[in-house]
């Protein structure tokens, strides 16, 4: 209830802050029989890691899972899987600026009017590195959409400041194209100049903000709830509580607003199989909230990093005036990285919504 | 499970279809004490209503709610409350066209995919019918918020088509003044060019979408969870909960995307009672996905009714291509309508975490 | 959270006092195609029913269901379906004494503790009128578990005071032999020696405690989950979410305080068919809290009904002593109206782990 | 969803087997503040471990924890608290016996017919070492309970085969007096017998059940909710995801069926402090699912250990006539470990209800 739980057939539940021993996750309702080790789980966790390339966070932590229960000959037995990161920089330092003074952007304020007190230790609980084992439980759920529905998901970076790149058809995308630049946008003339901008800006000790799209496809038509966990409110959320995250949109998204009835809606036809399927997909493969069988494509807002090494207008915990340049490595753009985090929440509510479908219809 | 229940402390449970008896919702968690009568409910019922303007379709359901239970000597007994309304429109016709073709935009073909079977008289469940217990729950929320934590909350319009009305302070809006308009966009000059929009859009046969923003000032700081029930994820769910919603923002949203750190972070100060405030509230009131204390300012874009009397193409259940020309009288622009049930939705997301904040910690 | 909703996937909700408008449940989770009408909720309300004998309170609540949603052409169809039962004993008439003064064995004062304010009108929502539309969930979740899965439930009592009957076969039991005396032992002697108790404590202003066996027939192997949501755990909490129930036991139950390993080890082996099952069923049909394929049998202590015509000491809400009779008709003996409230409760939760292990093991 | 989480607003997520790296739970909804380390935590795990006395299983499981999460600077922050204790005793050996065959009374069988497959190595996930990470939870909680609320918790051996003690007084027993012997009788006569009692069945390579009781005092009136969520539905549920328990009785229990309503009702008045009570106790503290300010009294049967030294009669995986003579070091008697798991299954539960009281009524 105090919010570290997330999902409902397939479900995580995690804890762990930045500089205590470590994260873990635990995974309940992964269905028996599926292979599963480590080796599953460390791309992902790779793509995530700071220090993986010259844009991003140059801290370096190898970010190698254990897994303590749930899987036995190399299968998964039906019961909760639970999944331990250790923290590796957790040497001693001085903590003293943001023990004292509220970063901008930052949860050191709220966490404090919330709580009362903090792990103020690189930012605790509200940690980006929360996420590690996120990405680790989005692994295994990646491992069952694949191979028990045929369910592909990824994730590219479509803008950089006012760097914009558009794909003509997200579902040609493949993930060699992702991973052929540090930036993951999947067009490599943007993607260089994505690059120097992020470069640029680290120089000028700023941040900038972006957007990613995140493409499901070969999910079937009929998952998601009809009221209140519709798929598309689901998967909102799922992106949501990713940290930085400022907007979300499916679909047409924002571009409905200027957008009439006749030119927006998608009118259905069937293809070559007879399936029934739409011939445009402004609606971002979810009607009624319900995914329609056609490819799921999100974008998510994400705000420029917050700390800065430059000096900042800010108050103490007392109120009194001050500055805060923060130390320490961080990443000029959140994006690079936010990649594999989103792909990971799509992919557990995703699972989650295959097995409520499973359940509720009885297999039809 | 199946998604008719909504909440974690502040919890809703709903049922009905458009054509069937009616719809329920029951209430769980209500602090025991609370003074509430049907009187409380009908104003935004009545927001909501179908036929309250020459703008919003032309049906008429009068939506008189019957409070069943958890309610005593006109007050909250603490137990679960009950709301029942009875639809009005039930009389028999033809549903023929959509019993087997699939309207575009809508739910008829998913809900077929889920399910192998549906209610197809006006959308069954998957009509925008089952938001009136909605709207009736959110004004006993909105109640609670107000009465025991001062907080309040109100939507508008801010766009229709191309016409964009930004305020300069979303907290200086009143109620009257949104209500002074049958669009409930709070600018004068703005609304009458947005309702000459849609009585030509209706004259075209036609629909236009839009977008909304939803504010809530009073909160406090510390109200929202920090990892999966991030106030901003709770939020950003209980908007695409709603019909047509396409996507969803705060603060600065989308415009984050642009930005540097130095212009978007909030700097911290204090206001003039010593209280810690943001000089900007680009961050919409949420940090860490925990409130702030700054207003929440929110925004959705909702897609143009699909619902069209002209025709367009589909095909039918067996797969077959025809047309389909929606009968019966629909909104052409479904915004003035959405504000009650956006406000609803953020009033009992708020209300949720309200409690949860004062269990976990025990009333601090 | 307030406690009104029970279960997972096959999940009720409820609403409702004794002397307010009236009942309402919500049921989510049903799979769509049951054949589904009043026709088959009635059966099970008519055995709970006030007045339905002379061994029973003489009130006259005739009990009438309205299915409100999710019931289209005759079939379920996977929505949330909602069922109201109006309250018809509304008359105005004087509650001072329970307004005032504390029932000896009922909520009054504990109700008051926990709200600081309760519908003393009939008990209000500590009422067991409350178990009406327990009893049509349950119906719904019966026809299911037969339809689908083969699963038959009956209750039957087996105590009333010194009077005890043990069958020799609980699983040969039928509805017919339970149904044939209004106390609901299935052997008619001691059937009558039950009825001859009952009326003779009635004409002496007391009441009688007993018990109730319940049995469920046809579980496969499988279902139950292995830690907190153990099918017996989940079984027992149903069972002591009635009124009145101070104990509960499976199998051989507290029986086993006296017994070595050797004698009460259940040994397997395979039946005619080849099927494992165990040569005997101490186990009560579940061992480490999953269902072994043998028989389910529950047992329930119920007391004597606390409210008794004759004068009982006890104090009034600000302490003051006095004595009460309770005014109205009760039942002398629970047990003959409690079969089919916990044939309901086994039948709801059965239903909800149906569908678990049908989700989490993709219907193997 | 699939049963590895327990509470709603104190709630715990385990994951871990007998025989892999460990055992983990994750604890959340902890409020922020509370002075904790592990020192807390070794208490009630030693009282649980193998090896302690002559009369349990002499394996050699030291049972450290490790707190990965949650606590700063001595003190809990409010976010999820992780407790990682690591299994010792890994040894590969040879567990062919209870790979192929079914141990009579273990979950061996049930596991195979839920899953299709499980980790054989000492039980898996089924055996009884997943409860020391729920001992670990419910040392959190005791804490919580006794600091914040004035809740104290204790349990004791009341039964041993035939061997039957009833303390006059539940309340006035003492932490040292049931520590006093390694039996957890704290009727030093009784306890003696039982000793006796339990190593002739150890040498008769027999076992033997038994009973406990379980007491909490100072719970204030008002805690537990009016229908599902009834206190003594709740803790019933508890005691039951117990390995063993077969039957659950609070106050009166069964004794109740065989009483008369002036008999067992408790009659209110009120103490020397003018707060109200009851003259008796047997409604065991809980009123119409609520608690009444009274001592929570609950008792639990424990079947005998089901492994046996001795052969036993069973079926191979495919149906086979065997025999199987369980290998390894068993406890004789289940009881004297028992105690601290039910002490922590009940302490996570009264937890749970104080902070879910404290949400609903807003701490009145």
Known sequence: ?????????FRIT??????????????????????LSVDDLQPDLDRRRPGQSKIVTQRDEPDTPEILSGVF??????????????????????????????RPGHADYTFDAKFGFRDYRG?????????????????????????????????????????????????????????ATPVRCPDP??????????????????SIGGAAEIVATGVPAGWGEPVFDKLKADLGKAMFTLPAVLGVEYGAGFGVCTMRGTQNNDHFTTDADGRIVTKTNRHGGMLGGIS?????????????????????????????????????????????????????????????????????????
Chains 1, 2, 3, 4 share one sequence.
């Open 1 to 9: 209830m105090a919010g570290n739980t997330y999902g409902q057939l």
């Open 73 to 102: 000959d190399g299968r998964t037995t039906g019961t909760s899987i639970a999944i331990l990161i250790r923290n590796q920089d957790q040497r001693s330092r001085d903590y003293g600026d943001i023990k004292d003074k509220y």
């Open 189 to 206: 003339a943007t993607a260089e100049k994505m690059i120097a901008l992020i470069e640029q800006l680290r120089s000028e000790m700023d």
């Open 292 to 364: 329609s069988g056609m490819p799921i494509v999100m974008r998510c807002a994400v705000k420029p990093t917050s700390s800065l090494p430059q000096p900042q207008d800010t108050v103490t915990r007392t109120g009194e005036p001050t500055t805060i340049a923060t130390k320490g490595r961080h990443d000029p753009c959140l994006l690079p990285r936010f990649i594999p985090m989103a792909e990971a929440m799509m992919a557990i509510t995703l699972a989650d919504h295959a097995l409520r479908q499973h359940a509720q219809t009885m297999g039809r």
């Open 123 to 179: 930012g605790g609980r509200s940690s980006a590195r929360e996420t590690t084992v996120r990405v680790a439980a989005g692994a295994v759920a990646k491992k069952l959409l694949r191979q028990t529905f045929g369910v592909s998901i990824l994730g590219y970076v479509t803008q950089v400041g006012d760097l914009v790149y558009r794909p003509e058809d997200p579902t040609a995308i493949t993930l060699e194209q992702v991973e």
């Open 14 to 35: 995690t804890a762990g802050e930045s500089h205590g021993p470590g994260n873990v996750v635990i995974i309940d309702g992964v269905p028996p029989g599926l292979k």
